[in-house]
């Protein structure tokens, strides 16, 4: 085997997806092979940009089927494996948890297995900063060493494998694993959603509606899904030592909003849209998180604040290049089209 080329291949599942088709364009931006892994749920709209690279391939393949996987590995042999690919979010996963449990947990840890078995170096977890739930002291910050809380199916699995990532299977020089809990995440991408917070608050205040929110006092950080991508990077060309069996928080400290404060900075933009707010004392998802870790110790800094990803989607739906805003692609679960 070439080892250079060796060392410039990447296997992503889940590339065609918000973060992953952002990645992929990254990666070959930056010389490396792309093997992306999708079963294109939600279309390969997203890849059309980068569809005849030298370097890009899709292989549409399920990660559930195990076999199939690990013959892919066995054939690639990548340098690396960024696993970007699950049942995304609350109510996703509220609604298949079979599916959830089988796609985030059982096939992660096939790929994980399958991933080692192959001598993969770099492996890169997508996981998410829900797993810390709902603060025990209001007002305070978590950060990697808090207690994990989670609340939701989609934190449990995240939590699970985490866990196993890190902590269970055995240590090996040769293996690089690291988790990177994710903020919630905003912003443009190929495969746009809008069942995102900001994306969401910013969509119908420019469409002209009245938006309605329930809870606006509880506290989530966010991150701009661009800089996901420069955070996985960072990680990529760490030393090893920085990050081997390491985790951590992936976002900027300030970027910490409640509701009202997103809401506050979309109408600095938009005077003229109308809220209006129902009362939600109970939130199991309220925290503030601190991002010092990958600051401090891979140099990691964002590129974007809220206020310039709210103006980026505001551009986009105004000059019509986000195209029905309201279809069901950009959703991950059914709407009422």
């Known amino acids: 085997m070439d080892r250079s080329k060796h060392d410039k291949k990447v296997f992503i599942t889940g590339g065609a997806g918000y973060i992953g088709s952002i990645m992929v364009r990254r990666l070959l931006q930056e010389g490396y092979q792309v093997i992306c892994a999708d079963i294109l749920n939600f279309g390969g709209g997203s890849l059309l940009g980068i569809w005849d690279h030298p370097r890009f391939e899709l292989k549409k393949v399920d990660i559930m089927d195990h076999a ?13 494996v960024v696993h970007l ?55 305070g ?39 990177l809990r994710f903020a919630t995440v905003y912003g443009i991408s190929p495969r746009m959603r809008f069942d995102l917070t900001v994306n969401e608050f910013t969509k119908e205040l420019a469409l002209g509606r009245e938006l309605l929110v329930f809870g606006n006092q509880f506290w989530r950080p966010y991150c701009h899904v661009s800089d996901f991508s420069n955070a996985m990077m960072t990680v990529l060309h760490a030393p090893k030592e920085k990050v081997a069996y390491n985790v951590f ?10 509701k009202q404060m ?9 005077p003229e849209g109308r809220v209006s707010y129902v009362q939600k004392d109970e939130d199991p998802r309220d925290y503030r998180v601190n991002f010092d870790k990958i600051r401090d110790t891979l140099g990691f800094k964002i590129s974007k604040t809220v206020p310039e990803g709210i103006a980026d989607i505001l551009r986009g739906i105004r000059s019509g290049v986000i195209e029905n805003a309201d279809h069901q692609r950009h959703y991950n679960i059914p709407i009422n089209s």
Not at 249 to 258: A, L, R
């Open 262 to 270: 997103i809401v506050d900075a979309i109408l600095e933009q938009i």
């Open 68 to 80: 199939a996987i690990n013959a892919l590995l066995r054939e690639e042999s990548p340098f690396a």
């Open 141 to 179: 910050f978590v950060n990697e060493d808090s207690e994990l809380r989670p609340v939701s199916l989609y934190a449990e699995l995240k939590v699970e494998f985490e866990d196993r990532l890190l902590n269970q299977i055995e240590k090996r020089d040769d293996f690089c694993p690291t988790a």
């Open 85 to 139: 690919a699950a049942i995304v979010g609350d109510p996703a996963c509220r609604m298949e948890p079979e599916l959830a449990t089988n796609t985030n947990r059982d096939a992660s840890n096939n790929l994980l297995e399958a991933a080692m078995n192959c001598g993969v170096e770099r492996f890169i977890f997508a996981s998410t900063c829900s797993n810390y739930g709902k603060m025990k002291e209001a007002g």
């Open 249 to 258: 928080n992936v976002g900027d400290t300030n970027e910490n909003y409640t």
